[in-house]
């Protein structure tokens, strides 16, 4: 896994922390009362937030991880260093598998990802605290961009 310093990943996790919905937001994810934040670490330093934004019509819905990519790919953004992700739950929670495709397009395979409990610090050991991973880890044996350049059989 790539490494990141103790500095950039607290400066993420602060991040995180304010990606997610507050009380006064709670309306981004009001049928599923089910907040996530995201912060999306770019290689120039810049750090991009997102948070779920629910649709009545559920596949309106975009997650917070896809929100902070789509607001960086939308800046002319497309490289990387580290994502945090943070719910409501005391443990880390994983991106859905809509997440982990989109992050393996845009992210690369060995780039930290932060899972982040809801109560941290505080959930020191009984909970686990920060799970540190990669998209590599959470998605093997992924389709990529690089797979659509490959030979086809002809039939």
């Known amino acids: 896994m790539a490494e990141l310093s103790q500095e950039r990943k607290d400066a993420l996790i602060a ?5 997610k919905p507050s009380y006064s937001f709670f309306l981004l994810s009001p049928y599923s009362k089910f907040r996530v934040g995201a912060a999306l670490l770019a290689s120039d330093g810049t750090i991009i937030k997102g948070a779920n934004i629910e649709n009545a019509s559920y596949g309106g819905t975009i997650c917070a991880e896809r929100t902070a990519i789509v607001k960086a790919a939308s800046d002319g953004r497309r490289s990387f260093t580290a994502l945090a992700v943070v719910t409501d739950v005391r443990s880390a929670i994983s991106p859905c598998g809509l997440c982990r495709q989109v992050i393996r397009e845009f992210c690369a395979q060995d780039m930290p990802i932060l899972l982040v409990p809801a109560d941290y610090p505080r959930s020191g050991v009984e909970i686990g ?3 540190e991973t990669s998209i590599g880890e959470l998605l093997p044996d992924s389709f990529g ?9 002809v039939a």
């Open 145 to 153: 961009p690089e797979h659509l350049e490959l030979p086809r059989a």
């Open 15 to 19: 991040a995180v922390f304010e990606g």
């Open 129 to 131: 605290g920060i799970k």
